[in-house]
């Protein structure tokens, strides 16, 4: 029988389809390159630092739904629109690529209460999310 990595709990699989994308309106020539780093450094903190998972648990991610064991995150930024200064717009697709599962219920949360937040404090403001879905 295949182990899962959620803490017991049993994901909630769903369909790359089943996941929706997200948009992020940059400015001040912000990259897909820089956004994805500051993922990958929250994605990291979120997997090594206890105090980072309970301050997701705080904000409504449950965490039991994530593999924190996975060294990649469920989501892929994109460029989709170089808008003229200050406004370039990019896609996060969220579940993009998923070699591991993650549960549904806790990827959304994930990105709308914990990460967008996050990436708009570490980038300076440089990104917001945009109501575009």
Do not use: C
Not at 38 to 43: E, G, N, Q, T, Y
Not at 87 to 106: E, Y
């Amino acid at each position: 029988m295949e182990e899962n990595n959620f803490d017991g709990a049993k994901p909630d699989v769903a369909p790359k389809d089943d996941f929706s994308d997200r948009h992020l309106q940059g400015s001040g020539g912000i990259t897909e390159r820089e956004i994805e780093e500051a993922i990958d450094k929250i994605w990291d903190e979120l997997r090594s630092d206890q105090d980072a998972r309970n301050a997701a648990n705080a904000a409504g991610v449950p965490v039991a739904g994530l593999n924190l064991n996975s060294p990649t995150h469920p989501f892929k930024v994109r460029q989709i629109k170089e808008g003229f200064e200050p406004a370039t717009q990019f896609v996060i697709s969220i579940g993009a690529g998923l070699v591991v599962h993650f549960s549904k219920r806790a990827i959304d949360p994930l990105w709308d209460k914990y990460v967008a937040p996050k990436l708009v404090r570490i980038l300076g403001g440089r990104v917001r999310p945009s109501s575009k879905r």
